[in-house]
């Protein structure tokens, strides 16, 4: 079965940074877009940063350009979410998707993603 594991996730101080992985396995998703996305208390569940399959392309959320950085590791079946700057509200449980099928554009809906993580709980206090 396919399984997506995220890791990394805690408790920080505003203005610090934290690291995100998540481990892909039951698949190999080197030609899939692979992205991140995060709920908050009493909010949708939003977008925040994907990337292609071969890596050469990003795509952020707003509210996140300049602050996040997407990459992945085919090699390892990974990608990682590098998160600087922290904000109270960055605040939220952050999940890790796959798409669907291989080689899709980088502009994915929700429901173009097949493949969800549990999430990993990251807190940003001040």
């Known amino acids: 079965q396919v399984q997506l594991v995220e890791s990394g996730g805690g408790l920080v101080q505003a203005g610090d940074s934290l690291s995100l992985s998540c481990a892909a396995s039951?698949?190999?998703?080197?030609?899939?877009?692979m992205g991140w996305f995060r709920q908050g208390p009493r909010k949708e569940r939003e977008f925040v940063a994907a990337?292609?399959?071969?890596?050469?392309?990003?795509r952020y959320a707003d509210s996140v350009k300049g602050r996040f950085t997407i990459s992945r590791d085919n090699a390892k079946n990974a990608v990682y979410l590098q998160m600087n700057s922290l904000k109270l509200e960055d605040t939220a449980v952050y999940f890790c998707?796959?798409?669907?099928?291989?080689?899709?554009?980088?502009?994915?809906?929700?429901?173009?993603?097949?493949?969800w993580g549990q999430g990993t709980q990251v807190t940003v206090s001040s």
């Open positions: 998707a796959v798409g669907r099928r291989e080689y899709q554009l980088l502009y994915l809906t929700p429901g173009e993603y097949g493949y």
């Open positions: 990337i292609t399959w071969s890596g050469a392309g990003t």
């Open positions: 039951g698949r190999t998703f080197s030609t899939y877009v």
